[in-house]
């Protein structure tokens, strides 16, 4: 079994960063492909990034590449999502997602882990 708890969430200017954080329990971490998803008010849970179990390869969505960069410690057992150019779309729920030597690419059904979420609220 696998907890994942995300923090960093807060409210931010237009043109700000915000780093998040997810932790996961247990030593499995590096056989974790992690992932970023988040979900806008009235909208459907979205991709935003993943970061391969090995390798470190990475994916992101049209509407964040450029701007957000996933990254892992695996010592840490944490999963970071760097932002930055914040604007007011990217206001949501952010939750990280894991799954066992999962793809980058893989659907948001074939996650098995999830955290609760952290908001990120981006204010003109």
């Known amino acids: 079994q696998v907890q994942l708890v995300e923090s960093g969430g807060r409210l931010v200017q237009v043109g700000g960063s915000l780093r998040l954080s997810c932790t996961a329990s247990?030593?499995?971490?590096?056989?974790?492909?992690m992932g970023w998803f988040r979900q806008a008010p009235g909208k459907e849970r979205e991709f935003v990034a993943a970061i391969r179990w090995i390798g470190g390869s990475t994916y992101y969505a049209d509407s964040v590449k450029g701007r957000f960069t996933i990254s892992r410690d695996d010592a840490d057992n944490t999963l970071y999502l760097q932002m930055s150019s914040l604007n007011a779309e990217d206001t949501a729920v952010y939750y990280c997602?894991?799954?066992?030597?999962?793809?980058?690419?893989?659907?948001?059904?074939?996650?098995?882990?999830w955290g609760q979420g952290t908001q990120v609220t981006v204010s003109s």
């Open positions: 247990g030593r499995t971490f590096s056989s974790l492909t």
């Open positions: 997602a894991a799954e066992f030597y999962g793809e980058i690419t893989a659907p948001q059904y074939e996650y098995d882990y």
